[in-house]
């Protein structure tokens, strides 16, 4: 049998666990879990953690390489190599909660922020624009 | 290389794409993790966090303009996540190391080179000896892909239901191909295929949502 049919074999079989667990209520979600004695809210909570993390990273290496191509007019700002201080950067964040409190929401629905959690967010924003940098007198 | 123009309305932007993250329930999340940790099977990739970060990272990428997978917000996000990470899982066309190299020189700027820039991120392009490490990690894999196999199949070996249903899959049959030949009715298929992955859980505990 060749390497490569053994893989589509494997990869089959994988794809058919994937549907059944798709078709999974909540409820039959979280008996399994507890089944398995897995913590469904703390690997929940990580996932989220690992995907913000993910995508705050990629802004910030897109940033760091200068390679933004922003949809709007609107120019993006670089971000300042030195953050101001975090009760700063949570005021100015929540400025922006304030202008657009869907974005703040979501935020919020997360539950843990992390001090990490604001930066990135403010490192973001910056990037995006939402922030302005050069207004905040830090 | 030219940033792909995206005027669409559909494209999801970046801030559009974190809100979507934020809004994803626990159950998502963790139907993630756990879909994340099964298409480990044949692929590459070492662990669920992995795939995640690499899904988030070209989703993100397209978000801003540059190559990568588009969220079009038409899709159900859950839906494009999963088919991402499958895509991704499954392009066994490039190697990790290619893919990485590949992702880095997408980042080339007016001001870096392909090169400076990997230099920069610590990598480098690969050399005789990288491409010989690949082919030796790719027949690893498939090594290691025939010994799942082997042990799927004996493990099930006493499931009469359930070895019609790996055969199915195996030989590319459909559902009701497997249910006509095996006489099973749907239920009896669809508990059985609960059985093969509830089997596949306990048969690899290691690579299973903890």
Same mark, same amino acid.
């Given at each position: 049998?060749?390497?490569?049919?053994?893989?589509?074999?494997?990869?089959?079989?994988?794809?058919?666990?994937?549907?059944?667990?798709?078709?999974?209520?909540?409820?039959?979600?979280?008996?399994?879990?507890?089944?398995?004695?897995?913590?469904?809210? +703390?690997?929940?909570?990580? $996932?989220?953690?690992?995907?913000?993390?993910?995508?705050?990273?990629?802004?910030?290496?897109?940033?760091?390489?200068?390679?933004?191509?922003?949809?709007?007019?609107?120019?993006?700002?670089?971000?300042?190599?030195?953050?101001?201080?975090?009760?700063?950067?949570?005021?100015?964040?929540?400025?922006?909660?304030?202008?657009?409190?869907?974005?703040?929401?979501?935020?919020?629905?997360?539950?843990?922020?992390?001090?990490?959690?604001?930066?990135?967010?403010?490192?973001?924003?910056? +990037?995006?624009?939402?922030?302005?940098?050069?207004?905040?007198?830090? | 290389?030219?940033?792909?123009?995206?005027?669409?309305?559909?494209?999801?932007?970046?801030?559009?794409?974190?809100?979507?993250?934020?809004?994803?329930?626990?159950?998502?999340?963790?139907?993630?993790?756990?879909?994340? $940790?099964?298409?480990?099977?044949?692929?590459?990739?070492?662990?669920?966090?992995?795939?995640?970060?690499?899904?988030?990272?070209?989703?993100?990428?397209?978000?801003?303009?540059?190559?990568?997978?588009?969220?079009?917000?038409? %899709?159900?996000?859950?839906?494009?996540?999963?088919?991402?990470?499958?895509?991704?899982?499954?392009?066994?066309?490039?190697?990790?190391?290619? $893919?990485?190299?590949?992702?880095?020189?997408?980042?080339? $700027?007016?001001?870096?080179?392909?090169?400076?820039?990997?230099?920069?991120?610590?990598?480098?392009?690969?050399?005789?000896?990288?491409? %010989?490490?690949?082919?030796?990690?790719?027949?690893?894999?498939?090594?290691?892909?025939?010994?799942?196999?082997?042990?799927?199949?004996?493990?099930? +070996?006493?499931?009469?239901?359930?070895?019609?249903?790996?055969?199915?899959?195996?030989?590319?049959?459909?559902?009701?191909? %497997?249910?006509?030949?095996?006489?099973?009715?749907?239920?009896?298929?669809?508990?059985?295929?609960?059985?093969?992955?509830?089997?596949?859980?306990?048969?690899?505990?290691?690579?299973?949502?903890?």
């Amino acid at each position: 049998m060749s390497s490569n049919k053994t893989i589509q074999e494997i990869i089959s079989l994988r794809d058919a666990a994937i549907e059944d667990l798709l078709s999974l209520s909540e409820e039959e979600l979280r008996a399994e879990a507890k089944q398995d004695g897995a913590d469904l809210e +703390a690997i929940a909570s990580e $996932t989220k953690r690992l995907m913000r993390e993910a995508a705050a990273s990629t802004l910030r290496l897109r940033m760091t390489t200068s390679r933004i191509k922003p949809r709007s007019p609107a120019v993006p700002h670089q971000i300042s190599m030195i953050r101001p201080s975090l009760e700063r950067m949570k005021q100015l964040v929540e400025q922006v909660f304030a202008s657009n409190p869907s974005a703040g929401l979501a935020f919020r629905q997360g539950k843990m922020q992390s001090d990490g959690d604001w930066q990135s967010l403010y490192d973001d924003y910056v +990037a995006m624009g939402a922030i302005k940098p050069e207004d905040d007198k830090y | 290389m030219e940033p792909i123009e995206q005027d669409d309305d559909d494209l999801a932007t970046p801030d559009e794409l974190r809100q979507a993250i934020e809004s994803l329930s626990p159950e998502e999340l963790y139907k993630l993790h756990k879909t994340a $940790t099964y298409l480990l099977f044949g692929s590459e990739y070492q662990s669920a966090h992995d795939l995640l970060n690499e899904t988030i990272m070209r989703a993100m990428n397209a978000a801003v303009g540059e190559k990568g997978r588009v969220w079009r917000k038409s %899709v159900n996000f859950m839906a494009f996540l999963i088919m991402c990470m499958r895509g991704i899982a499954n392009d066994s066309a490039e190697s990790f190391q290619q $893919t990485r190299v590949r992702r880095i020189e997408e980042l080339a $700027t007016e001001m870096h080179s392909g090169e400076e820039v990997l230099a920069i991120k610590g990598h480098r392009h690969a050399s005789h000896e990288d491409v %010989v490490i690949e082919q030796e990690e790719a027949q690893e894999r498939a090594a290691k892909a025939k010994a799942d196999a082997e042990a799927i199949e004996n493990h099930f +070996a006493n499931d009469s239901q359930v070895s019609w249903l790996i055969m199915g899959c195996k030989d590319g049959l459909a559902p009701h191909e %497997v249910r006509e030949l095996s006489e099973m009715t749907q239920t009896e298929y669809d508990t059985a295929k609960r059985r093969f992955r509830r089997g596949l859980d306990k048969l690899f505990p290691g690579r299973r949502a903890k």
